[in-house]
């Protein structure tokens, strides 16, 4: 039946992990957005409060840059969505503040020092992020900055018109018909 449900598009539904429904646009037309259904947002960042509990001896290099490939994968899979910066800066904020508990408890020390060491502004119109230097499991030296989900632009739709359909057969089929059975078998069996 979940499969099945059939609903008016004006109610919204979830389809392909994206909520659709019909608005009233700014200039009082109707039209379709899409958004990021509750659900969604509550499991990926419960996937990142799991990430950030416990598993202290992984490198923060390592542990930042594995959740920058979370919240990249999932910025891209809602590049096209409409209205996401609720959802972002709530997810944006809980991973920032559970990633300052984890490496307080890391370098057991308190969060406000750590914050005064490597909470920084990235580039000069960015939010500040934690921008993080040390070594790696393998031991190489190298800097990671937290990917902040609301930094992320959102791409417009565009509908791409291929040029041909390649389903549709394009060469020309030799087909003998006739009116007459006997003709089309003695022409088909040759």
Known sequence: MEKTYITHVND???FLGHRIIRKRGPKGNMRV????PKE????????LSKELSGDYSTSKIDKVEKLNQKLKGWAQFYRHTDFTAIVYSKIDRIVFWKLAHWLA????????SLMMKW??????????????FGKT??????????FRLISSPKMRFRWRLPEINPYLRIESRNT????????????GHH
């Open 12 to 14: 919204g539904f979830v």
């Open 33 to 36: 957005v899409s958004g990021i």
């Open 40 to 47: 969604k947002a509550k499991a990926f960042a419960h996937s």
């Open 105 to 112: 408890s890391k370098y057991r020390c308190s969060v406000k």
């Open 119 to 132: 909470c920084k502004r990235p580039e000069a119109s960015k939010a500040k992020t934690w921008v993080l």
């Open 137 to 146: 499991d393998r031991g190489y030296l190298n800097g990671a900055i937290l």
């Open 176 to 187: 003998v018909t006739s009116r007459y059975n006997d003709v089309a078998m003695a022409v």
